[in-house]
């Protein structure tokens, strides 16, 4: 079954330094992978995905995410953290390639302090 | 283009009672999700539909019903409300099977 697992619950930076929040996956087949930004109190935004292609994937607000196969690894990043990046990010990855369901990770927090 | 809406914000139900929770979309989307979220269990799929009339079980479908009429909305329906279906309800659009869109949530609290 696919799986998607967020290793660290919580992630602390000071604003202006690089972020990284953690994701690996387990999937049979192609991995179809996501990442989504939770703010207070508001749904889930996307903030980009990785189907094919080149292994850095560019997305919304400046982050960008690294697919590593070998690893079986999709780790967010983004060069320089802001305050306003603080919120819950979820990792998910798409049951299967002909499949509908998204299997989401438990999230997690940053916190980017000023 | 309001995305997706949900209807109600905020809900307090009695064990027992029923309700009806709307989701709406004017993307023209095809699929529709509805999840609850709850604390350290990330985002989990209670039903979906593939297009108007269609629905099927997703991960926890256990005590929610769902209804598909119009393309445009997907409704969840609880019949006998039970305190383990307290959470947070978001619905969700996709075009295609990859990036989906979220309504606001709906936060239901049953007592």
């Known amino acids: 079954a696919q799986s998607v697992a967020q290793p660290e619950d919580q992630v602390n930076v000071a604003e202006g330094n690089p972020l990284t929040v953690k994701c690996t996956y387990s999937?049979?087949?192609?991995?179809?992978l996501f990442w989504y930004v939770q703010y207070p109190n508001r749904g889930l935004q996307f903030l980009l995905k990785?189907?094919?292609?080149?292994?850095l994937v560019k997305g919304s607000y400046g982050f960008e995410a690294e697919f590593n196969k070998s690893q079986t690894s999709f780790h967010l990043k983004k060069p320089s953290a802001l305050v306003s990046d603080s919120a819950l990010y979820f990792c998910?990855?798409?049951?299967?390639?002909?499949?509908?369901?998204?299997?989401f990770g438990a999230g997690t927090r940053l916190f980017v302090k000023a | 283009n309001a995305g997706v809406t949900q209807t109600p914000k905020f809900r307090v139900l009695k064990t027992g009672q029923s309700m009806t929770l709307l989701c709406a979309q004017d993307?023209?989307?095809?699929?529709m999700y509805w999840y609850r979220q709850d604390p350290g269990m990330g985002l989990r799929l209670i039903h979906y539909?593939?297009?108007?009339?269609?629905?099927a079980k997703g991960e926890v479908p256990d005590g929610y019903n769902v209804s598909r009429l119009k393309k445009q909305n997907f409704l969840l329906g609880l019949e006998s409300a039970a305190p383990s279906q307290t959470s947070v309800y978001f619905c969700?659009?996709?075009?295609?099977?990859?990036?989906?869109?979220f309504g606001p949530g709906t936060r239901l609290t049953v007592t």
């Open positions: 969700a659009s996709s075009r295609d099977r990859n990036e989906q869109y």
């Open positions: 999937v049979s087949g192609n991995p179809y």
């Open positions: 990785y189907i094919t292609g080149d292994n």
């Open positions: 998910a990855v798409r049951d299967s390639p002909g499949g509908f369901k998204t299997i």
């Open positions: 993307m023209n989307h095809e699929y």
């Open positions: 539909s593939v297009g108007e009339g269609t629905t």
